[in-house]
C-alpha cells in the first residue's frame, strides 16, 4: 500500500516562494503519475501540477511559469516549487500519487497561506 507524507507548508506573504515535498513509500510498483491537486476553503479540489514518470508534466494555467514541478524516481519524491505567490493560491495542497496496478493514493495535505 503507497503512503505519501508531504511537507514545506506554511505562511509566505505575496510574492514569497515556497517548495513542497513529497515522500512515496510502500509502493510495491513503480508510479506513473505523481503531482499536486489542492482545495481551498469552499472551492473543490483541482489540479496544480502533475508530472509521469518519463518527466512530461502539465500545470493549471492558473501556476503557469510560476511554479515548477520535478520528481525523483530513484527515491519516489515529487517536488512543488512556487514562486511568485498570490493570496489566491492560499489553500491546502495534496501529493497525489497514480498507477495502473495500485490506482490513486493521496497523502493527507499540507497548509499554504498567502498573505500578508
Known amino acids: 500500500q503507497v503512503q505519501l507524507v508531504e511537507s514545506g507548508g506554511g505562511l509566505v506573504q505575496p510574492g514569497g516562494s515556497l517548495r513542497l515535498s513529497c515522500a512515496a513509500s510502500?509502493?510495491?510498483?513503480?508510479?506513473?503519475?505523481m503531482g499536486w491537486y489542492r482545495q481551498a476553503p469552499g472551492k473543490e479540489r483541482g489540479l496544480v501540477a502533475v508530472i509521469n514518470s518519463s518527466g512530461i508534466t502539465n500545470y493549471a494555467d492558473s501556476v503557469m511559469g510560476r511554479f515548477t514541478i520535478s520528481r525523483d524516481n530513484a527515491k519516489n519524491m515529487v517536488y512543488l516549487q512556487m514562486n511568485s505567490l498570490k493570496p489566491e493560491d492560499t489553500a491546502v495542497y495534496y501529493c497525489?500519487?497514480?498507477?495502473?496496478?495500485?490506482?490513486?493514493?493521496w497523502g493527507q495535505g499540507t497548509q499554504v497561506t498567502v498573505s500578508s
Open positions: 497525489y500519487a497514480g498507477s495502473a496496478a495500485q490506482g490513486d493514493t
Open positions: 510502500g509502493s510495491r510498483f513503480s508510479i506513473n503519475v
